[in-house]
């Protein structure tokens, strides 16, 4: 059983950056999967970033085409925490953000079995 918290969300302007934290319980964090989807208003969840440990300090990690070269996800295995960087927010960015943990890298939700309850960010123009 895997318990996550998500935290770090909040109204930032466009263009501006924000670090999203989520701290997991349990002691097999890092051979979890670890990943970022968001929700916004009326949308389904949708795939930010994940990232798995390939060995060592090495990760491998993806993202959707969205948020790529705006967003980085970490993970600190030691502090069994995963992050998730986020600059030049745009106001399509607004969504409730969610951790998640699975054993598969993959970009479906199905793929997580562990969720975070959420941090919202709000994008203003």
């Known amino acids: 059983q895997v318990q996550l918290v998500d935290s770090g969300g909040g109204l930032v302007q466009a263009g501006g950056s924000l670090k999203l934290s989520c701290a997991a319980s349990g002691r097999t964090f890092s051979s979890y999967v670890m990943g970022w989807f968001r929700q916004a208003p009326g949308k389904e969840r949708e795939f930010v970033a994940a990232i798995r440990s390939v060995g060592g300090n090495t990760y491998y990690a993806d993202y959707a085409d969205s948020v790529k070269g705006r967003f980085t996800i970490s993970r600190d295995n030691a502090k069994n925490t995963v992050y998730l960087q986020m600059n030049s927010l745009k106001p399509e960015d607004t969504a409730v953000y969610y951790c998640?943990?699975?054993?598969?890298?993959?970009?479906?939700?199905?793929?997580?079995?562990?969720w975070g309850q959420g941090t919202r960010v709000t994008v203003s123009s």
């Open positions: 998640a943990a699975g054993l598969r890298m993959h970009s479906s939700r199905s793929s997580y079995d562990y």
